[in-house]
């Protein structure tokens, strides 16, 4: 995101009908929406699977994060006669760096005093943050809202 900040990279190139930017982020919430609860399935299915479906969960969203950080940077740093008018955008990346740091804190334990049962119902619950707030957020960038 700094790289993006300070020109070092830029992705507002144009890639087939929409900008390198865009396809990022249509790739990693797409990946988010529909890999999240194919793996959490998958886990009950394959039990003996769990831990190999876990790191796939982890690293394949931590990889959608850097994308979806990508769009978020080329937004923020847009210049002010066409800068967006701050709202869903910045609520769901704020609710994703939420899913992302409860996700440590559950998979390494970082704070311990929590119990692991509340420490999963809140990353759980910020995943239902993040369906209701894309669906609208789609639409207001659409302009349909
Ligand atoms: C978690 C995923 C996403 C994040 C964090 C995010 C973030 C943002 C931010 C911060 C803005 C600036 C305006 C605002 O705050 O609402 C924005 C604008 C925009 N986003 Fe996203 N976005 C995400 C997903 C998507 C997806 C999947 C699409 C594709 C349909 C999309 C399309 C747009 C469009 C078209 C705008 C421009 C709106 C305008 O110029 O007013 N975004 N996004
Ligand atoms: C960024 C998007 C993310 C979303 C939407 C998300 C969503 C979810 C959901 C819905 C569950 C419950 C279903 C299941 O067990 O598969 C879950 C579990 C879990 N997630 Fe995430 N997660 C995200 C990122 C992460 C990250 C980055 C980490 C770790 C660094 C992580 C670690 C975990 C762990 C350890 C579990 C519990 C597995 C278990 O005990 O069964 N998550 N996540």
Redesign the pocket.
């Known amino acids: 995101m700094i790289a993006n900040k300070l020109r070092w990279i830029h992705f507002g190139f144009f890639v087939g009908p929409f900008r390198a930017n865009?396809w990022f982020?249509?790739i990693?919430?797409l990946y988010v929406a529909f890999a999240v609860p194919i793996i959490a399935m998958s886990k009950q299915r394959y039990p003996s699977k769990f831990l190999a479906l876990l790191r796939v969960h982890v690293f394949g969203n931590l990889l959608a994060f850097l994308l979806?950080s990508l769009?978020?940077a080329g937004?923020?740093t847009r210049p002010a006669e066409f800068y967006?008018?701050?709202?869903?955008?910045?609520g769901?990346?704020i609710i994703?760096t939420l899913l992302v740091a409860t996700g440590f804190t559950h998979r390494f334990q970082l704070i311990p005093r929590i119990k692991s049962q509340t420490r999963k119902f809140v990353h759980v619950g910020f995943t239902f943050s993040?369906y209701i707030l894309?669906g609208i957020?789609?639409l207001?960038?659409?302009g349909f809202l």
């Open positions: 865009h982020v249509l990693g919430t979806i769009h978020f937004q923020i967006p008018q701050l709202g869903t955008g910045l769901l990346y994703m993040f894309i957020h789609i207001h960038g659409l």
